[in-house]
């Protein structure tokens, strides 16, 4: 990792990371969530740029629907305890849940839909996987 993705690294933390972290955790019913980031998978800029609104926003949009009722609530508090991010250099993505583990591999930096969960395919996985 060069000195702007660093740089770049730095800003996400400071200025993004603790409210997304904390607006996700409102979205899931207020479930105690920890995020981690892969953040050696980050290989470039752009990638780190695009997770509040590539991953983050559309996982908080997502959770609001799961989570609109008591039983929604109470499935992701059960079955969600973290939520770990990996940039990956290849294209698609994956999602997994395992272990109470939202595991989202994506490239990050690519298109959204194709390289990044578009908005409500976090919520369909969630509806079968939960």
């Known amino acids: 990792m060069g000195l702007a993705e660093r740089t770049e690294w730095a800003t996400f933390k400071q200025e993004s990371f603790a409210?997304?972290?904390e607006e996700l955790k409102r979205a899931a019913g207020g479930a105690d969530l920890q995020v981690t980031l892969d953040e050696a998978s980050f290989t470039t800029v752009a990638a780190i740029q695009m997770l509040s609104n590539g991953i983050f926003d559309?996982?908080?949009?997502?959770?609001?629907?799961?989570?609109?009722?008591?039983?929604?609530?109470?499935?992701?508090?059960?079955?969600?305890?973290?939520?770990?991010?990996?940039h990956k250099d290849a294209p698609g993505y994956t999602l997994d849940l395992k272990d109470g583990t939202l595991a989202i591999q994506a490239k990050v930096d690519g298109s959204i839909g194709e390289d990044l969960p578009g908005y409500g395919a976090y919520r369909s996985f969630l509806l079968k996987k939960l």
Do not use: F, P, W
Not at 60 to 85: F, M, N, P, W, Y
């Open 19 to 21: 409210s997304k972290v």
């Open 58 to 86: 559309r996982l908080i949009d997502d959770l609001k629907s799961v989570c609109r009722d008591d039983i929604g609530r109470q499935a992701v508090r059960e079955g969600i305890q973290t939520v770990h991010i990996v």
